[in-house]
């Protein structure tokens, strides 16, 4: 009896000091950059479209990649600090946007989305991808 409670403390000993080696004693003070896919390919532009959000809380800059295949689409970049009430960030024309584009900004909310839509109708190639960094 006594041989296993023995046992059993070593256990719990090594058991709590490989607990302790591996937690981190701090926190990683950067956060890597973060690839985010607005839109990619083919919509529906000319009855309007949102991408899917992003929450970029810990991130100070973003770096836009555009491009479209007419001159009739636009692209809004849209900010909000509480994912319900959003502002306009920047705009991208099709003429700009036709010639593809990348460029950074300073992040001016926590969430971002876009929205794009044509002023012609039909089907138009729309890619933007947002990169998110410190």
């Not at 555009?66 to 994912?83: E, M, P, T």
Request: aromatic share 12%; glycine share 6%.
């Amino acid at each position: 009896m006594r041989f296993s409670n023995r046992v059993l403390l070593v256990a719990v000993s090594v058991l709590m000091l490989l607990a302790v080696s591996c937690t981190p004693s701090t926190p990683p003070t950067t956060t890597d950059p973060a690839d985010f896919v607005f839109f990619s390919g083919l919509n529906y532009a000319d009855a309007g479209q949102y991408s899917n959000v992003f929450d970029g809380a810990s991130y100070a800059h973003v770096t836009f990649t555009i491009s479209c295949d007419n001159d009739a689409s636009f692209i809004r970049v849209q900010a909000s600090a509480d994912g319900a009430n959003w502002v306009q960030q920047t705009e991208y024309q099709g003429a700009v946007c036709r010639q593809g584009l990348s460029e950074t900004l300073f992040t001016a909310g926590r969430y971002y989305r876009a929205y794009t839509q044509s002023v012609t109708s039909g089907v138009t190639t729309v890619n933007m991808v947002g990169r998110f960094s410190t």
